[in-house]
């Protein structure tokens, strides 16, 4: 058996006739059709059953076919991709049983990122392109404090500042605490205690390091859709190993992404295959205790994104942490193993197995419970976009590494990558932060000036000033407080912010 055959060639031999990916065999061999590729999919099952591999075989496919594709890793292990996997007898055993006669071990084509900075090329955003709507889920805002952030949003586009990190958004709280009154009368009450809440949120959020996401230069998306010069579609890998500690920055940050996605790509219709492929793994973080204005849009969003050219795969334990609308629109699935072991769990199971298209020859409830370590049931989208019937299936070996690669091959990794160098060094621009700092400093510069010119006998004859600080002054004094990065680009809201406003 030529075990050691070009992983490439026999995806040639397999997929690029048909214009599929093979994901493993069952009574047939079942495949994903890269055409149908962008009306999503489902990878779902009990921890420990599979699922990250079966991520990393699509990934692994997708890639040799030219398709970009971004994933999360969420448990540190899915990095192992930039590397060749290892001769192991399991996986040799499993490539024979379902015919793979020729298997090679090879890495893919990978880059790295990370939010913190650590693990991979920063990845930024601007407080504007974020929005009001995902900054205060990322804050954990009420309605009635999210309409104050929603306020300073409005007053920084008509007083033509840019809201570019954190310490901006900071700067123009304090602004329309220092002036409620007069914003108040155009735009609505705006409580001082409230705007104290938002700020108490934004330290919270600074704490867990999440600040840096905002910053410059902000991240690109055609760097996330590269392919390699033999035609491979780079693998962006995001290092959330310490991201999914904070479950609600880590779900809006994907959901961001999406959004921009949406946003910023032509109309393409149907096509050969995706420009991209999108995992969303631990999915559910998406949906925990999302408001029905939120969960409505997800949909949205996600129904719109395949005219764009972009697949989107949930990865989580039950089809039923994804709501309805969302689960409805993921024809692509594979079901590895759940167990019921309560009322709970048993009622979880019927409902995974009643939403495949049922394969006479099994009972796919008991199946679900029966299956074994890279087992899943399988049901592909035909080339006419029907649902397969489903099918047990083993998921073929993947060719790349099982497991993180070392802190010396990821640096190698990034050292070699086409953004090398690009995101590493913050820009400072200046944003609303500095003009309200330049403002402040101003009035109390002209204040003083006014006070050395009053006549000498005015001065006597004044009262003796106040200790206390002056507005102008207590404000200029605030902002100079505040230090941080500085970024600029024009203001954008996202696409959940548009939508919010239809």
């Known amino acids: 058996m030529g075990l050691y055959f070009s992983f490439r060639e026999l995806l040639e031999d397999r997929v690029d006739v048909q214009g599929k990916l093979f994901i493993g065999k069952g009574q047939a061999p079942q495949y994903l059709d890269l055409a149908r590729a962008n009306r999503h999919g489902l990878i779902a099952g009990a921890t420990g059953t599979g699922k990250t591999v079966t991520l990393q075989i699509l990934a692994e496919g997708f890639s040799a076919q030219g398709v970009p594709v971004f994933m999360a890793d969420v448990k540190g292990d899915l990095s192992g991709i930039s590397q060749a996997g290892e001769a192991k007898e399991p996986l040799i055993k499993r490539a024979t049983d379902i015919g793979l006669d020729d298997y090679r071990f090879q890495p893919c084509p990978a880059m790295f990122w990370d939010v913190f900075g650590e693990q991979g090329h920063p990845v930024r955003t601007t407080v504007s392109e974020m929005g009001p709507l995902l900054l205060a889920r990322v804050l954990d805002l009420n309605d009635t404090q999210e309409g104050v952030l929603n306020i300073a949003f409005q007053v920084a586009d008509a007083e033509g500042m840019l809201l570019l990190d954190l310490e901006d958004l900071r700067s123009m709280l304090t602004f329309l605490g220092e002036n409620a009154d007069r914003i108040g009368r155009e735009y609505g009450r705006v409580s001082s205690a409230s705007v104290g809440a938002v700020q108490r949120s934004l330290l919270a959020l600074r704490s867990q390091g999440t600040d840096r996401f905002f910053g410059e230069p902000a991240l690109q998306l055609a760097d996330f859709m590269r392919q390699t010069y033999e035609g491979r579609g780079f693998i962006n890998v995001l290092a959330a190993d310490r991201l999914i500690e904070a479950p609600r920055a880590y779900s809006t940050f994907l959901l961001w992404l999406l959004s921009e996605l949406f946003e910023e790509l032509p109309e393409v219709g149907d096509v050969e295959k995706p420009k991209l492929v999108f995992f969303f793994d631990e999915a559910h973080l998406l949906f925990n205790d999302a408001p029905k204005a939120l969960v409505e849009r997800v949909a949205q969003v996600v129904r719109l994104i395949r005219s764009k050219g972009i697949g989107v795969f949930f990865v989580t334990q039950n089809p039923m942490d994804l709501p309805d609308e969302v689960l409805g629109q993921l024809g692509n699935r594979v079901q590895h193993a759940l167990r019921a072991f309560t009322p709970k769990d048993a009622k979880a199971v019927r409902a995974a197995a009643q939403t495949f298209r049922q394969n006479p020859a099994m009972d796919t409830e008991t199946v679900i419970t029966e299956l074994g370590v890279g087992e899943a049931l399988v049901s592909m989208l035909d080339e ?119």
């Open 384 to 502: 006419k976009g029907r649902p397969g019937m489903v099918e047990r299936t083993l998921i073929r070996p993947p060719s790349s590494r099982l497991g993180p690669a070392t802190a010396e091959e990821r640096a190698a990794v990034m050292a070699r990558s086409p953004v090398a160098g690009r995101y590493e060094q913050t820009v400072n621009r200046e944003s609303a932060y500095e003009i309200l700092l330049a403002r402040a400093e101003d009035a109390a510069r002209r204040q003083d000036e006014a006070a050395a010119q009053a006549p000498k006998t005015s001065r006597r004859a004044a009262p003796r000033r106040s200790s206390r600080q002056g507005v102008g002054e207590a404000f200029a004094k605030s902002i100079a407080r505040s230090v941080g990065s500085r970024l600029g680009r024009e203001i954008l809201r996202g696409i959940m912010g548009s939508l919010a406003r239809r």
